[in-house]
């Protein structure tokens, strides 16, 4: 099983990127897929998650309403639209799938892929 996130970059704060996470995953749609990150010095923070549920999704409150996830299962990836950056977004992002499983707790998460760096210059 792999899962590789890209997207990351260097951006000036208030601009875009849009993260990907490509899984190979044989049964995609019955995981949940979340994204984590983890800025130096400091422990993982959850993002956001699309649910294995019809592809709900949940935001933590630091991004809600400037993050935006999104799902494709017939291309077993997920989108992470991040907008309006600053500063304080600046970390290394994971995604992880969770199986049949709808939860934003990281140790609950099967599977785990390299992370993609994004750094928010002010």
């Known amino acids: 099983v792999q899962l590789q996130a890209s997207g990351g970059g260097l951006v000036q704060a208030g601009g875009s990127l849009r993260l990907s996470c490509a899984a190979s995953?044989?049964?995609?749609?019955?995981?949940?897929i979340g994204w984590f990150r983890q800025a130096p010095g400091k422990e993982r923070e959850f993002v956001g998650y699309?649910?294995?549920?019809?592809?709900?999704?949940y935001y933590a409150d630091s991004v809600k309403d400037r993050f935006t996830m999104s799902r494709d299962n017939a291309k077993n990836t997920v989108y992470l639209q991040m907008s309006s950056l600053k500063p304080e977004d600046t970390a290394v992002y994971h995604c992880?799938?969770?199986?049949?499983?709808?939860?934003?707790?990281?140790?609950?998460?099967?599977?785990w892929g390299q992370g993609t760096l994004v750094t928010v210059s002010s």
């Open positions: 699309s649910s294995w549920i019809g592809g709900s999704t």
């Open positions: 995953l044989r049964t995609f749609n019955k995981y949940t």
């Open positions: 992880a799938a969770a199986y049949v499983k709808t939860t934003y707790a990281w140790d609950t998460y099967d599977y």
